[in-house]
């Protein structure tokens, strides 16, 4: 799940907010029993990572849980029928809630003062001058591992990447090098901008109608096969029109155009990671 979809969830768990844990569940070998009984205080989200504030009875300190769903995990809110063993299950008054295949790790609020919420792409305090400022020292990264880089674009993933690349029309194997020092304001903007896009989407049910690469067969454009490959650090899929996209080693003038109005066919694919 990529960092808008971890804002509606937020949103959506914020409904419990001052409720009480009435029952836990789940295969998690953190100390779940402790959440008995604690009242939800309340819900944050760094990048790709979600915070969950409870208040223990007998004014004893806060705990906080820090939820990662790394390439596969998703949560449920009143599952029918859930199908599998969930990470963690918390039941309130009003509602139960599922997290699945994800990493839960239970600690204290030092978690919350340690984010630098200048990276994060959905925060209020993101702060584009400070990301083009780390990006100094990323001159020789790929674009498609830059893209994935929790400690600048925390929140981006692999739809994020895939989508901006194309929408810059550079190759993903392009090194920020190699783009004008005065273009990377603008490198972080089309990251942060798409980003909101996404939630828009995401909101309205309508996300994957504006995928125009990520896990597509054609390119909108010219109909060309997109090359679908692993690359960069992370060996991430990566889809990419070879004519639109094609490896250059300097860029002249960073240019974004605007997303497509309606994407191909999607490729068939058993799971989902945003
Ligand atoms: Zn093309």
């Known amino acids: 799940m ?7 969830l937020r949103e959506e768990l914020e409904s419990f907010c001052g409720q009480k844990v009435l029952k836990v569940a789940g295969n998690t070998k953190q100390p779940k029993e402790t959440l008995r009984g604690c009242v939800l205080q309340r819900v944050d989200t760094w990048g790709k990572q979600l915070f969950l504030t409870f208040a223990p009875p007998r004014s004893r300190p806060p705990i906080v849980t820090k939820t990662h769903f790394l390439m596969f995990g998703s949560y449920r809110i009143n599952d029918p029928r859930p199908a599998r063993v969930p990470r963690l299950q918390l ?23 340690e984010l630098d919420r ?4 959905m925060s209020s305090l993101w702060d584009r001058d400070h990301v083009v400022h780390l990006m100094r020292r990323k001159g020789e990264a790929l674009l498609c591992d830059l893209f994935l880089d929790q400690s600048l674009f925390a929140g981006s993933g692999n739809i994020v990447k895939n989508e901006v690349l194309f929408n810059i029309r550079l190759h ?14 603008r490198l ?19 996300l994957r109608k504006h995928w125009q690469v990520y896990r597509q067969w ?3 454009l010219c109909n060309t096969k997109l090359v679908r490959e692993k690359l960069g650090r992370f060996l991430r899929t990566t889809f990419y029109c070879p004519k639109h996209q094609a490896l ?16 191909g066919s999607s490729l068939p694919e058993a799971r989902l990671d945003h």
């Open 2 to 8: 990529e960092g808008p979809s971890l804002v509606i």
């Open 91 to 113: 039941t309130f008054k009003s509602g139960i809630v599922y997290f699945y295949a994800c990493s839960i790790q239970f600690g204290a609020d030092v978690y919350l003062g």
């Open 118 to 121: 200048r990276v994060d792409l």
């Open 172 to 185: 993903p194997s392009t090194r920020l090098m190699y783009v004008s020092t005065k273009d990377w304001p």
């Open 188 to 206: 972080a903007e089309v990251v942060h901008e798409y980003c909101w896009n996404f939630f828009a989407w995401k909101k309205k049910f309508e």
């Open 218 to 220: 054609k390119c909108p």
């Open 248 to 263: 250059h080693k300097r860029i002249r003038r960073l240019r974004c155009f605007p997303v497509l109005p309606v994407a």
